[in-house]
């Protein structure tokens, strides 16, 4: 009943639909959204699942999920079929994801970090990220010991996708996202704050690529970096041309 009535809701606009066809749509999520509705959503009332729904006046099907604290690109598929193809496309790692994060520090020009995580039940499982350089910069801003902070502005490649994949393998190698919780560096969070009221996380995902499971064509859909994450990159000089 993809097509059927759906319950009312009370409505935002407060998202961007990034692509839409006979089969599936995409938004911009925005960072501090949930996908949809969940034991751990508390007192959330802004769903992506929902809002998605009431934009469109159908149902619509999650294919893969988002972190709350992440911006960017999420797919929905618009009937079963449609989600069951995606999904199967997604566990053979034939999706492309594309990320852009701020991150404490100087990262190399280019790293692989292979390093299996632990999921929630206990289970450690091979994880392995792929990164890129875009731009570095060192700001007049004290911290700690240091007379400047220096960060960069980097491209992710995520080859598997576990939970809170990217955060956990970026603190692994002492580049944490810059207002990561609880996975980041506290201290530059506080900072961060308190010179430029900034708390949102700086991770965006920004595009994702694969091949259309009934045209077969190529789909890329690509999502433009909120105002947030564009004023730090400005505050801070990582802006690229």
């Given at each position: 009943m993809s097509n059927g009535s759906i319950p009312s809701e009370p409505h935002s606009e407060n998202f961007g639909i990034l692509y839409q066809d006979d089969f599936l749509t995409a938004m911009n999520k925005a960072a501090g959204m949930m996908v949809h509705r969940s034991e751990a959503a508390g007192k959330h009332e802004n769903f992506a699942l929902q809002q998605m729904r009431?934009?469109?006046?159908?149902?619509?099907?999650?294919?893969?999920?988002?972190d709350r604290k992440t911006s960017g690109v999420l797919l929905f598929a618009l009937d079963k079929e449609t989600q069951r193809k995606l999904q199967g496309s997604f566990s053979r790692q034939e999706i492309t994801k594309t990320y852009h994060a701020v991150v404490r520090g100087y990262t190399p020009d280019e790293s692989l970090i292979d390093y299996p995580l632990v999921n929630e039940v206990g289970k450690l499982q091979d994880a392995i990220t792929q990164f890129r350089t875009l731009t570095r910069a060192e700001v007049n801003l004290?911290?700690?010991?240091?007379?400047?902070?220096?960060?960069?502005?980097?491209?992710?490649?995520?080859?598997?996708?576990?939970?809170?994949?990217?955060?956990?393998?970026?603190?692994h190698i002492n580049h944490p996202i810059i207002g990561d919780r609880p996975h980041g560096c506290n201290k530059q969070n506080k900072l961060f704050k308190e010179k430029w009221n900034m708390v949102s996380m700086l991770l965006h995902a920004s595009s994702i690529e694969f091949e259309h499971p009934f045209t077969k064509e190529k789909v890329k859909i690509s999502a433009p970096f909120p105002p947030e994450f564009n004023r730090i990159l400005i505050l801070t000089g990582l802006q690229t041309a």
């Open positions: 009431n934009h469109l006046g159908r149902w619509v099907f999650t294919v893969h999920r988002l004290p911290f700690g010991k240091f007379q400047t902070s220096r960060y960069s502005l980097i491209e992710i490649l995520p080859k598997t996708g576990r939970m809170h994949q990217i955060r956990r393998h970026l603190a």
